[in-house]
């Protein structure tokens, strides 16, 4: 599942090397995050003070995680984070660093190019597998050419815009992911302008 979180509310509670790590990975989706601890890293620190992220200079209240659509309790404290979860209500997600058995979402290994985004997780079981997974599909990401992405999003889009049956549509779609369009230009123009031949 992914979740669009631009201008959504986010909580992290704690400040240290996890949260710093957490925050720094979803900063590029646009969340209104607010971070509530004592002490900052010194990055977090530097968002803080640029009005990248809110920062409340103190141990965490139960009040704190109301109106948020993402909690994520990144303390060394399982204390503070039993108590984070506790005040977190049902249509909240929570993410519990280090706890997975007590988290609703857990932060997948990312690889982003060109759009295309690849989010690998074991649910907890395994962080460096599911980060050798991604490396994996990445390295086949990294081998397409952007006009090849460009030409699949094309093929997609004179797909849904047609009259053609399912089954064509489907034919289509998959007949565009063959290899020799992947670098051959030539090979992708004829199949552009032959799509619509019967």
């Known amino acids: 599942m992914m979740v669009d979180i631009r201008n959504r509310k986010l909580v992290v509670i704690g400040g240290g090397k996890i949260a710093t790590k957490r925050i720094e990975s979803l900063l590029r989706f646009q969340p209104k995050i607010t971070v509530v601890s004592p002490v900052l890293e010194a990055s977090l620190h530097a968002l803080a003070k640029s009005g990248e992220i809110e920062h409340i200079a103190r141990a965490f209240q139960i009040g704190d995680v109301q109106g948020a659509l993402l909690v994520i309790a990144a303390t060394d404290d399982a204390v ?6 506790e005040s977190c209500n049902a ?3 929570l993410n519990i660093v280090d706890d997975p058995a007590n988290s609703s979402f857990h932060f997948p290994a990312m690889y982003e190019k060109n759009e295309i985004t690849i989010a690998v997780t074991t649910s907890g079981i395994s962080p ?7 490396d994996e599909f990445a390295a086949i990401v990294d081998g397409f050419e952007p006009e090849y992405l460009l030409f699949l999003k094309e093929v997609r889009r004179l797909v849904k ?5 399912k089954e064509r549509k489907l034919t289509l779609l998959k007949d565009c992911l063959e290899e020799c369009y992947q670098s051959n230009s030539i090979q992708r123009k004829i199949f552009l302008e032959k799509m619509f031949d019967s």
């Open 161 to 165: 815009v047609s009259q053609f049956s």
């Open 80 to 85: 503070v984070n039993q108590l984070v979860k």
């Open 91 to 93: 249509n909240q997600l």
């Open 128 to 134: 460096i597998l599911a980060k050798n997974l991604r």
